[in-house]
């Protein structure tokens, strides 16, 4: 085998495919490149950190199709392909190019599982009769390729049934079904989403108990569970929808070994060689299981089970790949143990999902087969209280009031757990709960404990508030600040009383040996349950750098990727890095990233704790996103050393009136419009502008809660669906016109800008659903006065740090839209296309390490045209309609390079088919648009296998009502003009040659 590796990675994140797989590609990657190998990598995620010279040789941001694919190997010669750590879309790319020939014609070897036995785990049948020749039971199911086959089985069965397509993540196409209706539209989008046109239909086990094995196996068949996972709800809803708790709390000895042996049998008659999820259901009334899926390759549980045991389960997977076994290689964990030892855990884990209902609150509730979490946050404690309190502090959320709890528990719905939680406090039973549910009553006891340490305190006051309770509701996971609310009291005066009796969270190490050999890891976790076991690094000097927690649509992988850059960056120069943050789906969670990793909830009391223990010295907010943002402003009278500027700074660029008087003062023009506190401020501010309006709430971050509004009646409307809560809100003059923006680094005086990004779409649209190009063609005179206003803004405010600043340009003016004081969405793309690590930059701005650094740069010079694009998890979200506006829906992004724009969008759109080659493809609905399409009616035409692309850009019901029968019908849906436009633009494009990043082998991101 040669010394040359091609890596496949998944491409832009969508709700069951995130940021678990940045994590798995990084960490296999770097495995490789650790034993000699040459990797080269195919993502066209530029937000990832997996896309960076850091972590390869050579870098592509190509489309995931098989002839870029094709291309790349052409061009690069590989000896052996790896496509197990890209998910489903690179496992479905390495049996594709198996099948195609393409493998054996240019001498490519695929590594770990092969293609055989990926399509017995994937392929439906052939699971289904290797299930059936190991002897271990599978749900009553067939294999459907129609819909009468799909009528014939459930006339045998009876309702309700599962559908669930073949080769497709997060359960997509799939979920329950309960009537005819129900079976013609599941068996049509399944067979849809299935690239192999195949749906199983399955007899119904919902209120199993799932339970998840995840399983490592090297070539020689030694197999090892590093971790087992439980499900909190039972087999229904989606286990990337679910609670998960690890280990099991709630099997006997002998069902784990029972589905331990089962996971083991399944694993090896696939012959899977690396990381494999298996996931089966439990009868809680007698011993019977059903095996229900298996995933052969590194999945979301992976990323999960590593980090909540500490075993580099992705790492080893790489290298078991490569032909090692499970007992010749390490645990980097421990040092001295070898990888075929099984993790103990000394702890408990729980896993709580990451919804978009917070953004979508017209949007389906209801959750099953089908994921819709589009991250998720984990908690690390001693008791399952605490683990439980600590998921759900990680969210990010505000805890809801519910109005009908029931609503939620008959039904799943993603307030569940919270609906318990009230029903509990309303003095309903376990039993009865359980009995509606299916919930483990175990679990149910649990959350039980602290609805009765909550009603104890609430009894309380502070005078007289016992060390024996406050101790309980610390080490039940309780904030000082949610016991304050509950007293009424302050979080200050808590903490004053928990001083006084000596009540500290101590920290933990996560080992994977439970302590029964000495480990040096530096991963850790603070309870109120036990000594304390973890000494302050000794350094010269600290850097605590705060995360972004939980992906959620505004706030991505982007920030995890400046988290990392940080971190290296600030290793780079001498200092000692520790990293806070709760998502188990990252790279800044690898234990091997920072000096030392915690895995806590960002929040006020936690951040302190931690940055007290340490003694750190910079404490850097810039980096995590809004959420970072939002606990630096907590912490300023804290006297904690903040990196950058103050927070009053901070502030001053983030409420509206603030920053309107700056600009005002500096003389640099912006959009009409003011803060409103109340509806009658609101009413007032509008009476100064005309139609339309722009509506927000303040301090938000991806458009949430914006609204355009047209005419004082929608204005009524919007203002009476605003709770007090919501003030202060935001309304502005709406402008039309082109949206420009910039990502700079400053040092108070001079800034540095390595490019203009110019917006497809026009201004209305969130610059997160928009589609970019970098660098732009705006012309000097636009340059020019860009470059100007932001070295005013720099220059007024002192800024030392990255900031993000969006423009509007009109045919008459440039206006200032807002400033972003943090790491951006867009800095990964900046900085991967210009060869410039803007993020390097401003560690060593904000380090003062070269305090005249930005002085003397200059602008790279761009050989490369770039268009990033979002991406928008249709399937899991298909009831909503996706007409973009200035509430971002995107759950990632995607970049390609070409050498001129028109080439970079001939690669955006190469998966869609040309309406001059195959017109009834597409269907243009309200416009005439000059290309052939469709002579279908609409009815027809959505239903038919020849439809691929829908257009629609009215706001019309009916059209509405169109775009989600097209998304529901797994077509492309454009709903803007200007996206179309592009789409027609790239058509003109017949170059494909794959164009790698700028940067080079090995020479990490480059800095002028």
Same mark, same amino acid.
């Given at each position: 085998?040669?010394?040359?590796?091609?890596?496949?990675?998944?491409?832009?994140?969508?709700?069951?495919?995130?940021?678990?797989?940045?994590?798995?590609?990084?960490?296999?990657?770097?495995?490789?490149?650790?034993?000699?190998?040459?990797?080269?990598?195919?993502?066209?995620?530029?937000?990832?950190?997996?896309?960076?010279?850091?972590?390869?040789?050579?870098?592509?941001?190509?489309?995931?199709?098989?002839?870029?694919?094709?291309?790349?190997?052409?061009?690069?010669?590989?000896?052996?392909?790896?496509?197990?750590?890209?998910?489903?879309?690179?496992?479905?790319?390495?049996?594709?190019?198996?099948?195609?020939?393409?493998?054996?014609?240019?001498?490519?070897?695929?590594?770990?599982?092969?293609?055989?036995?990926?399509?017995?785990?994937?392929?439906?049948?052939?699971?289904?009769?290797?299930?059936?020749?190991?002897?271990?039971?599978?749900?009553?199911?067939?294999?459907?390729?129609?819909?009468?086959?799909?009528?014939?089985?459930?006339?045998?069965?009876?309702?309700?049934?599962?559908?669930?397509?073949?080769?497709?993540?997060?359960?997509?196409?799939?979920?329950?079904?309960?009537? &005819?209706?129900?079976?013609?539209?599941?068996?049509?989008?399944?067979?849809?989403?299935?690239?192999?046109?195949?749906?199983?239909?399955?007899?119904?086990?919902?209120?199993?108990?799932?339970?998840?094995?995840?399983?490592?196996?090297?070539?020689?068949?030694?197999?090892?569970?590093v971790c087992n996972m439980e499900n909190f709800d039972p087999v229904g809803v989606h286990t990337g929808d679910s609670i998960v708790v690890?280990?099991?709390?709630?099997?006997?000895?002998?069902?784990?070994?029972?589905?331990?042996?089962?996971?083991?049998?399944?694993?090896?008659?696939?012959?899977?060689?690396?990381?494999?999820?298996?996931?089966?259901?439990?009868?809680?009334?007698?011993?019977?299981?059903?095996?229900?899926?298996?995933?052969?390759?590194?999945?979301?549980?992976?990323?999960?089970?590593?980090?909540?045991?500490?075993?580099?389960?992705?790492?080893?997977?790489?290298?078991?790949?490569?032909?090692?076994?499970?007992?010749?290689?390490?645990?980097?964990?421990?040092?001295?143990?070898?990888?075929?030892?099984?993790?103990?855990?000394?702890?408990?884990?729980?896993?709580?999902?990451?919804?978009?209902?917070d953004k979508f609150t017209e949007a389906d509730r209801n959750l099953g087969t089908t994921m819709r979490a589009t991250g998720e946050a984990?908690?690390?404690?001693?008791?399952?209280?605490?683990?439980?309190?600590?998921?759900?502090?990680?969210?990010?959320?505000?805890?809801?009031?519910?109005?009908?709890?029931?609503?939620?528990?008959?039904?799943?719905?993603?307030?569940?757990?919270?609906?318990?939680?009230?029903?509990?406090?309303?003095?309903?039973?376990?039993?009865?709960?359980?009995?509606?549910?299916?919930?483990?009553?175990?679990?149910?006891?649990?959350?039980?404990?602290?609805?009765?340490?909550?009603?104890?305190?609430?009894?309380?006051?502070?005078?007289?508030?016992?060390?024996?309770?406050?101790?309980?509701?610390?080490?039940?996971?309780?904030?000082?600040?949610?016991?304050?609310?509950?007293?009424?009291?302050?979080?200050?005066?808590?903490?004053?009383?928990?001083?006084?009796?000596?009540?500290?969270?101590?920290?933990?190490?996560?080992?994977?040996?439970?302590?029964?050999?000495?480990?040096?890891?530096?991963?850790?976790?603070?309870?109120?349950?036990?000594?304390?076991?973890?000494?302050?690094?000794?350094?010269?000097?600290?850097?605590?750098?705060?995360?972004?927690?939980?992906?959620?649509?505004?706030?991505?992988?982007?920030?995890?990727?400046?988290?990392?850059?940080?971190?290296?960056?600030?290793?780079?120069?001498?200092?000692?890095?520790?990293?806070?943050?709760?998502?188990?789906?990252?790279?800044?969670?690898?234990?091997?990233?920072?000096?030392?990793?915690?895995?806590?909830?960002?929040?006020?009391?936690?951040?302190?704790?931690?940055?007290?223990?340490?003694?750190?010295?910079?404490?850097?907010?810039?980096?995590?996103?809004?959420?970072?943002?939002?606990?630096?402003?907590?912490?300023?009278?804290?006297?904690?050393?903040?990196?950058?500027?103050?927070?009053?700074?901070?502030?001053?660029?983030?409420?509206?009136?603030?920053?309107?008087?700056?600009?005002?003062?500096?003389?640099?023009?912006?959009?009409?419009?003011?803060?409103?506190?109340?509806?009658?401020?609101?009413?007032?501010?509008?009476?100064?502008?005309?139609?339309?309006?722009?509506?927000?709430?303040?301090?938000?971050?991806?458009?949430?809660?914006?609204?355009?509004?047209?005419?004082?009646?929608?204005?009524?409307?919007?203002?009476?669906?605003?709770?007090?809560?919501?003030?202060?809100?935001?309304?502005?003059?709406?402008?039309?016109?082109?949206?420009?923006?910039?990502?700079?680094?400053?040092?108070?005086?001079?800034?540095?800008?390595?490019?203009?990004?110019?917006?497809?779409?026009?201004?209305?649209?969130?610059?997160?659903?928009?589609?970019?190009?970098?660098?732009?063609?705006?012309?000097?005179?636009?340059?020019?006065?860009?470059?100007?206003?932001?070295?005013?803004?720099? &220059?007024?405010?002192?800024?030392?740090?990255?900031?993000?600043?969006?423009?509007?340009?009109?045919?008459?003016?440039?206006?200032?839209? &807002?400033?972003?004081?943090?790491?951006?969405?867009?800095?990964?793309?900046?900085?991967?296309?210009?060869?410039?690590?803007?993020?390097?930059?401003?560690?060593?701005?904000?380090?003062?390490?070269?305090?005249?650094?930005?002085?003397?740069?200059?602008?790279?010079?761009?050989?490369?045209?770039?268009?990033?694009?979002?991406?928008?998890?249709?399937?899991?979200?298909? &009831?909503?309609?996706?007409?973009?506006?200035?509430?971002?829906?995107?759950?990632?992004?995607?970049?390609?390079?070409?050498?001129?724009?028109?080439?970079?969008?001939?690669?955006?759109?190469?998966?869609?088919?040309?309406?001059?080659?195959?017109?009834?493809?597409?269907?243009?609905?309200?416009?005439?648009?000059?290309?052939?399409?469709?002579?279908?009616?609409?009815?027809?035409?959505?239903?038919?296998?020849?439809?691929?692309?829908?257009?629609?850009?009215?706001?019309?019901?009916?059209?509405?009502?169109?775009?989600?029968?097209?998304?529901?019908?797994?077509?492309?849906?454009?709903?803007?003009?200007?996206?179309?436009?592009?789409?027609?633009?790239?058509?003109?494009?017949?170059?494909?040659?794959?164009?790698?990043?700028?940067?080079?082998?090995?020479?990490?991101?480059?800095?002028?």
């Amino acid at each position: 085998m040669g010394e040359k590796v091609l890596v496949i990675g998944s491409g832009p994140i969508i709700i069951g495919q995130a940021a678990e797989f940045d994590y798995s590609g990084t960490q296999g990657c770097l495995a490789l490149r650790e034993m000699g190998y040459e990797v080269v990598l195919v993502n066209d995620n530029p937000a990832s950190i997996m896309t960076d010279y850091t972590v390869a040789d050579i870098v592509y941001c190509e489309p995931l199709t098989v002839e870029s694919i094709t291309a790349v190997i052409q061009k690069e010669k590989p000896s052996s392909l790896l496509a197990g750590l890209g998910g489903q879309t690179a496992l479905n790319l390495a049996v594709q190019l198996e099948e195609k020939g393409v493998l054996d014609k240019y001498g490519v070897q695929l590594l770990g599982t092969s293609v055989s036995s990926i399509q017995k785990g994937e392929d439906r049948e052939l699971f289904r009769e290797l299930m059936r020749d190991l002897g271990e039971p599978v749900p009553q199911s067939e294999v459907i390729t129609s819909l009468s086959e799909g009528l014939n089985f459930v006339n045998r069965v009876g309702y309700p049934v599962i559908s669930r397509p073949a080769y497709t993540l997060g359960g997509r196409g799939g979920g329950f079904v309960h009537d &005819e209706g129900e079976l013609k539209e599941k068996i049509q989008n399944g067979l849809k989403a299935s690239p192999i046109g195949q749906v199983i239909l399955e007899k119904s086990i919902a209120g199993f108990k799932e339970i998840e094995y995840e399983i490592m196996r090297d070539h020689k068949g030694t197999c090892i569970s590093v971790c087992n996972m439980e499900n909190f709800d039972p087999v229904g809803v989606h286990t990337g929808d679910s609670i998960v708790v690890a280990p099991s709390q709630t099997l006997t000895d002998q069902e784990y070994q029972m589905l331990r042996s089962a996971s083991f049998n399944v694993v090896s008659a696939l012959d899977v060689v690396g990381g494999c999820n298996v996931q089966l259901a439990l009868d809680p009334s007698s011993d019977q299981y059903y095996v229900i899926e298996v995933n052969p390759r590194v999945s979301r549980s992976s990323a999960l089970a590593s980090k909540a045991t500490g075993y580099p389960i992705a790492k080893l997977s790489a290298k078991l790949a490569v032909g090692c076994t499970l007992d010749e290689l390490l645990n980097p964990l421990t040092g001295h143990t070898y990888a075929s030892f099984e993790p103990a855990l000394d702890y408990v884990v729980v896993k709580f999902p990451r919804w978009p209902f917070d953004k979508f609150t017209e949007a389906d509730r209801n959750l099953g087969t089908t994921m819709r979490a589009t991250g998720e946050a984990m908690a690390i404690d001693r008791t399952l209280e605490a683990a439980f309190q600590k998921a759900v502090q990680s969210l990010d959320i505000s805890v809801p009031s519910i109005e009908e709890p029931w609503a939620h528990l008959v039904k799943a719905t993603d307030l569940r757990y919270f609906a318990i939680l009230d029903l509990l406090r309303q003095g309903v039973s376990v039993q009865e709960i359980h009995l509606h549910t299916k919930v483990d009553p175990f679990f149910l006891d649990a959350m039980l404990n602290i609805v009765d340490v909550q009603k104890e305190i609430k009894r309380s006051t502070l005078e007289n508030l016992s060390e024996p309770l406050l101790r309980k509701a610390k080490r039940y996971g309780f904030t000082d600040a949610s016991i304050a609310e509950l007293m009424e009291s302050t979080e200050e005066k808590v903490k004053q009383l928990r001083n006084t009796y000596k009540l500290q969270r101590n920290y933990k190490m996560v080992d994977t040996c439970a302590a029964e050999f000495e480990a040096s890891t530096n991963y850790v976790y603070s309870t109120f349950a036990g000594e304390n076991e973890i000494k302050p690094l000794e350094a010269d000097k600290k850097a605590l750098i705060i995360g972004a927690g939980p992906i959620r649509i505004g706030q991505g992988v982007e920030f995890d990727y400046s988290a990392v850059q940080a971190i290296q960056s600030l290793r780079k120069s001498g200092w000692t890095t520790i990293m806070v943050n709760n998502n188990p789906e990252t790279v800044s969670t690898d234990y091997e990233t920072a000096d030392r990793l915690y895995f806590e909830p960002i929040h006020k009391e936690s951040v302190q704790a931690i940055a007290e223990h340490e003694d750190v010295d910079l404490i850097f907010t810039s980096f995590g996103g809004q959420t970072a943002l939002n606990v630096g402003n907590e912490l300023k009278d804290t006297n904690l050393p903040l990196a950058g500027v103050s927070m009053d700074t901070i502030s001053d660029l983030e409420d509206r009136d603030r920053f309107y008087a700056a600009l005002d003062s500096m003389q640099v023009p912006r959009i009409k419009g003011g803060t409103c506190y109340s509806k009658n401020e609101a009413w007032k501010i509008s009476d100064d502008l005309s139609f339309p309006l722009l509506c927000r709430p303040s301090y938000v971050i991806g458009g949430q809660g914006m609204v355009k509004v047209e005419s004082e009646s929608s204005l009524n409307e919007a203002l009476n669906q605003t709770e007090n809560r919501h003030y202060p809100i935001i309304i502005d003059q709406f402008v039309t016109g082109k949206e420009i923006e910039v990502d700079l680094v400053a040092d108070g005086a001079h800034v540095f800008i390595p490019g203009i990004m110019e917006h497809i779409e026009p201004a209305g649209v969130h610059s997160g659903d928009s589609m970019a190009v970098f660098p732009s063609e705006v012309s000097e005179e636009v340059t020019g006065l860009v470059h100007q206003y932001a070295k005013k803004i720099v &220059e007024f405010f002192r800024y030392v740090g990255p900031m993000n600043i969006q423009f509007l340009w009109t045919e008459e003016q440039l206006y200032v839209l &807002e400033v972003n004081p943090r790491s951006s969405r867009t800095v990964p793309v900046i900085s991967k296309v210009s060869g410039t690590s803007l993020i390097d930059l401003a560690v060593q701005v904000m380090t003062h390490e070269e305090q005249s650094i930005l002085s003397h740069l200059t602008p790279p010079t761009l050989s490369h045209v770039a268009v990033k694009y979002p991406l928008f998890s249709y399937h899991a979200l298909p &009831e909503l309609d996706h007409k973009l506006g200035a509430n971002m829906k995107s759950t990632g992004e995607g970049m390609c390079i070409g050498s001129t724009r028109e080439e970079a969008l001939g690669k955006v759109f190469s998966h869609l088919p040309s309406p001059y080659e195959n017109f009834e493809a597409y269907f243009i609905d309200g416009v005439e648009s000059g290309i052939p399409n469709s002579s279908d009616s609409f009815d027809t035409w959505v239903k038919s296998d020849k439809a691929a692309v829908y257009f629609n850009d009215q706001d019309t019901k009916e059209a509405k009502a169109r775009r989600i029968q097209a998304l529901k019908n797994g077509l492309s849906v454009f709903s803007e003009s200007t996206t179309f436009q592009a789409l027609l633009e790239s058509l003109n494009s017949e170059n494909i040659e794959p164009i790698p990043l700028p940067g080079g082998k090995t020479k990490g991101v480059l800095t002028p």
